[in-house]
């Protein structure tokens, strides 16, 4: 049996109103869902990430003794990720965040725009320039949903910003890949897995951990990568 396209966002919009009910304020709840109407495969999501994924996420910036923190989140949202991020920041960090959805760029100016430490920039991650590297990257990017040739270009921008030695940490949800997979056709299979063999390479490389975080709706994998190769394989091919 087919469903329609109009069934599937419907069930995503009543998945989606359940699940952010209770957490959320009516604004951010209304915001969201907007943002899953305007643009499903950007959004990739039924609901805004849990407190325990993002507490999960945000492993890397503690209160501490330590030096002062680039910090990169990538695919903002309404913000339930920026809100851990700036919870665990020290006066010194630096945070950028970027989201591409213009409604959700105004909900997060309205939250966070008054921390002089936080910046939003509404654009793609791909168009994003910065200027200095970065310690941390936290991404909730939506890998699942957007095509292969994007996923690669992200992957290779964030080897391209992240310090020698920074942590990039970023979701993807538990079983709904592999079911989507089931119902593509051969080409889009094809296509899917040219996807997840760019980001099984990439974890290959600098992976750390994998975690399941279950109190999120769906459960969600968090991934730990540590990339402390970079200058070494630069390094390598300058004296091959
Ligand atoms: C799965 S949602 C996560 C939102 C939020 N961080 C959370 O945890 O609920 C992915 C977000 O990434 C944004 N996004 C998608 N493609 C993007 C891109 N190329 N550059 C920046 N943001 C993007 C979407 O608009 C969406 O807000």
């Known amino acids: 049996m ?6 599937k966002l419907s069930l995503i919009v009543v998945l989606s109103l359940a699940s952010t009910s209770m957490a ?3 604004q951010t709840r209304l915001a969201w869902i907007k943002g899953v109407f305007r643009n499903p495969a950007k959004v990739g999501a039924i609901a805004p990430c849990s407190s325990y994924v993002a507490d999960e996420l945000t492993r890397y910036i503690m209160h501490e003794d330590r030096k002062p923190l680039r ?3 990538v695919g903002a949202g309404t913000g339930p990720i920026t809100k851990e991020i700036i919870k665990k920041m020290n006066e010194d960090d630096h945070l950028d965040c970027i989201e591409l959805d213009a409604v959700y760029c105004d ?10 430490n936080v910046h939003i920039h509404c654009m793609s991650i791909i168009d994003f320039a910065p200027t200095e590297k970065y ?11 957007l095509p292969p040739k994007l996923v690669q270009q992200v992957v290779d921008q964030y080897n391209e910003i992240i310090k020698p030695g920074g942590y990039i940490t970023y979701i993807e949800y538990v079983v709904l890949g592999n079911v989507k ?9 094809a296509a899917w897995d040219v996807k997840q063999q760019t980001l099984k390479e ?6 750390v951990e994998r975690k399941i975080v279950w109190r999120n709706l769906p459960p ?5 990568l540590k990339i402390d190769k970079v200058e070494n394989e630069k390094e390598k091919s300058k004296t091959i």
């Open 71 to 73: 910090i990169l989140e």
């Open 24 to 26: 959320w304020s009516q």
């Open 220 to 224: 969600s994998y968090v991934y730990y």
């Open 135 to 145: 310690d941390v990257i936290v991404s909730t990017l939506p890998f699942n949903s």
């Open 107 to 116: 909900q997060l100016e309205e939250k966070f725009g008054e921390h002089e």
């Open 181 to 189: 997979r089931l119902v593509l056709s051969k080409e889009k299979k």
């Open 2 to 7: 087919k469903i329609s396209s109009c069934k």
């Open 202 to 207: 990439w974890f290959g490389r600098y992976g």
